[in-house]
RNA sequence: GGGGCGGUAGCUCAAUUGGUUAGAGUACCGGACUGUCGAUCCGGUGGUUGCGGGUUCGAGUCCCGUCCGCCUCGCCA
């Protein structure tokens, strides 16, 4: 075989004369008859051959070359000469061409369901995953591969040079079924008895931080099983790490570091100091906890103003746990977003589709009111609930300093359900506006936040049971912890009010990373499993291991986990998740190449001592 | 588990209100062609309209079921 001794992305004018090997893909061709182009493809770039009768190349090489296809595999042997024909703009190698003298097919190919051209339109994406292969030599597709590796590489080095160490964790790990659904693993010694893998690499890495490692990092897979999103896959990529013997300020500082190394590798953009949001602030002014900061809306609650207002739908909802504190989840609101200039733009059609939208998250609609200018010059409310609003006009427009053109837009439900809703709204109507920059990988900023100061606890509304907001291995902020340790675990309002030292990083309203200080005292954590409704024998059977490891010296420590393929999903700026994973899984967890999951023979299922409810199909 | 969108030639799409033999571009096959670079020109092959049932004189089109893909709510400690 004639082995390459360049690739199709390199040779420049500068070779001119030389005589030169390539190894490639057929990109396409162009036969003239006699005259024959083809622009041979690999990974590094496309490289334009010529066989031509003048340049003396044997007869059988032209014969063969007439016969090549799109996406054969050929090696070639020729000189590197100026094109004839004039430059080629499009390619880095536009200024040269091979002329072949020898031309070996490695691989003859079948015709392809698709061509891996990214200037025609993609085929659709359950083609792309079926023939994988053929999808992935894309240079867009090698592009992200090659970010991917990058994130890896630039990982390892700020993390080795800051003393982390590298270490595994096991994949087949303890079923500890609380939060995410699991993926079972049966074993053939033990009958009947299951490994689940992990949903990540939680209590390993505390316990490694136990175990005298004191700084520890890995690339690790997770697996959750449920129901993807187009962000969301059932298995992905964590960039895992824990640090001892800190507290929350200074993780903080090492993932920022991390965080500003990254985009300075991967974009040249300097990261500058990354702002603090508490928790409360954020669900108050954008309704979630991962405020998009690009644009300047902001929610409200104005429940005390909407009081005194003659409006049933917000009296009603306001008589809802009305003697509650502030943030009781079934506590009616009334919260408020005022949109500078959407009395022009957010036309009827648009408002009305908003009731639709957030019934969607459970409200029951959205009342509106425009800011017109008056007769007399000044604001005029007008339309929606405007006459409800005139007797407290002036208070109202102070209340959100509204200006004219200005549209107000209000849900009235429980503190939980209105706070979604208008947030989910608050994002709506930012793309209907018109004011939601590019990403930017497209151009536009990257707005980094902190989010810092969320609650431990939160009811689950199904149950009326305490659940860990992280997970139940947070520790309360240290200001918390007396408190904490002195709440009885019936004491709602204290328990509700206790909040964590947690902190998470939000990318343009897209939750990159997230992480917690630690509990590493053995009574703290106990006293977490009691009040998440674990008994302490059930607390023992799940997690005797880490209540064992706290109790034998464990330094204060701290972590976080960033989720890999999110990070790369911005620098290449996609936001389908599957196009930054190699081999991805489609909605129900197939993957169409291999076409997993499968079923297997009853031998090897009794191997491993299972009899299977379901059949294959005939 | 719920809601929505989609599935027609290898691929991307079209097909009027349910009405003739389901078309076009591209790929592929054959032919022509010595400077192309999305080559061009001529000719050709190619269809279980995802699958199963139903309504109808007649179904790609309407109805029911089902499979697959995508988006989304729930879910994701």
Sequence with gaps: MLIRSHTCGQLRDAQVGQTVRLNGWVNSYRDHGELIFIDLRDRYGITQLVFEPESGVARDVIEAADKLRNEDVVAVEGTVRVRIGGENPKLATGKIEIVVTKLEVLAKTDNPPFLPDDMVKLPNEELRLTHRYIDLRRPSMQKVLATRHKIYQTTRKYFDENSFLEIETPILYKSTPEGAREFLVPTRQVPGSFYALPQSPQLFKQILMVSGCDRYMQICRCFRDEDPRADRQAEFTQIDLEMSFVRRDQIMEMMEGFVRRLWKELTGFDVPPIQRMDYRTAMEEY????????????????SEFAGKLDFGVFKTVLEKGKDRPKYYSKKGVVKALRVPGGAEKLTRKLTDGYTEFVKGFGAGGVAVVKIIKGEDGGPKLDTGIAKFLEPMKAEFLALLNCEIGDTVLFVADTYSVATKAIGELRQKVAR?????????????????????????????KDTGKWVAMHHPFTSPRDDQMQAFLNADVDDEVTIEGIVSAGYDIVLNGQEIAGGSVRIHDRDVQSKVFKLLGMTPEQAKEKFSFLLEALSFGAPPHAGVAFGLDRLVMNFVGTDNIRDVIAFPKTQIGADLMTRAPSFVPDTQLKDVHIKSLEQPKA
Aim: hydrophobic residues 35%.
């Design 287 to 302: 309704g979630i906890d991962r405020p998009d900061t690009r644009y300047d809306l902001r929610t409200k609650d104005i």
């Design 432 to 460: 209907d506006m018109g004011i939601v920059p590019k990403p930017g990988a497209e151009g536009g900023p990257w707005n980094f936040l902190w989010v810092v100061d969320f609650p431990m606890f939160e009811k689950n």
